[in-house]
């Protein structure tokens, strides 16, 4: 998720305004569920941190044919829910928002609603789980209480067209993200990690750019972006969209839009996560190196579990344990829907 201070105002151009002619977008590879057994789309994609969209990832939620804006409306009118790290709204004044939003008059986006905080009354439309979104080692009972987020920090988000995600950024903690798409159209751009010397990242979190319209570009002010390739997709009702961990990017919807969000930490992100959790200024060099030498060590721990699951499942199940400590698949996760977890909401 990206980690910032509070929602930015920034400038909007249109493609007219722009006098820069924009570098043509990549397409992000689109990829049909039915064509991506999952183990494919770990060695393909999470594994060689690039980013897929996968259509039809998930089609049996019951979100996809109750969600929509009126129905929060009718349903949740009352509920004060969050908007951005700031900012509250009534649910019933925030859809009315989200339907009156126009690219001219644009109106607000929700992005920092944790639905097991909120609104968990919503978790059961959101059953089975999407086998290519679970958190993995998020789940894990063997993770740090700071870090243990068995929800894999679900979110929903909301807005019409003309509204955005703040800011371009990529997710903190080196987490891999996964947005699916419930109700409308949304289009993503996304910028790779070799662009970053390209992006203006904000010399107070680098993981924050300042480009506050990446596509098309406005060329005048951050110039450097006509070196930077963006790519660019647009997500469906029922498709995902994989983040790779260190990818820039930013979402807008094109028409009323509903999603959920969720991160991903597995052993292709993990040791970039060790790093980063434990480079605070504040830690001294021995310190450091204790929680490394800790974090490396239950990486190994979740990692020979995982293997054990994903070539002897047999075995795994006989054992029970390695299910329960170190979950590597959908199907062996406790449903996050099916139990109120007890979850930590992070305040920062
Ligand atoms: O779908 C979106 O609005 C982007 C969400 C996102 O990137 C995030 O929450 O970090």
Known sequence: MGQMEGPLQWASITPEQNSNRPVDALP?????????????????????NRPVLIEGAVTQWAALKTWTPEHFKTHY????????????????DFVDAVLA?????????????????????????????????????????????RWR???????????????????????????????????????????SPEDTPYMYPSPVRPNLSLVDQPYPPNLEKFPLLSEARPWRTVLHPGDMIFVPS????????????????????????????????TASAAQTPARRALKL????????????????????????KALAFPQKLAPATAQNTPE???NRLKIRIPTD
């Open 149 to 191: 987020r068995p929800d894999g920090f679900l979110k929903l988000l909301m807005g019409g067209p003309g509204s955005k995600f703040p800011i371009m950024h990529f997710d903190a903690e080196n987490a891999h993200a996964q947005i699916t798409e419930i109700y409308g159209d949304k289009e993503f751009v996304l910028f």
């Open 28 to 48: 992000v590879e689109r990829v049909p569920a039915s064509q991506l057994p999952y183990a494919d789309f770990l060695r393909r994609y999470v594994r060689a």
């Open 77 to 92: 009118g009352d509920h004060e829910v969050a908007i951005s790290y700031s900012k509250t709204m009534r649910m019933a």
């Open 293 to 316: 030498g800790y974090l490396g060590l239950l990486g190994n721990t979740l990692k020979a579990m995982e293997s054990l699951q994903e070539q002897t499942p047999a075995l795994a």
């Open 101 to 145: 939003s126009t690219p001219s008059n644009p109106g607000p986006y929700m992005y920092r609603l944790f639905l097991h905080e909120q609104l968990p009354e919503l978790l059961p439309d959101l059953i089975p789980q999407n086998v290519y979104g679970y958190p993995r080692r998020h789940v894990s009972p063997l993770m740090p209480e």
């Open 336 to 338: 996050p829907s099916a």
């Open 246 to 277: 260190g990818w820039w990017h930013t979402a807008r919807p094109l028409t009323p839009s509903i999603s959920v969000c969720t991160a991903i930490l597995d052993e292709s992100n993990w040791n970039g996560f060790c790093q980063e959790i």
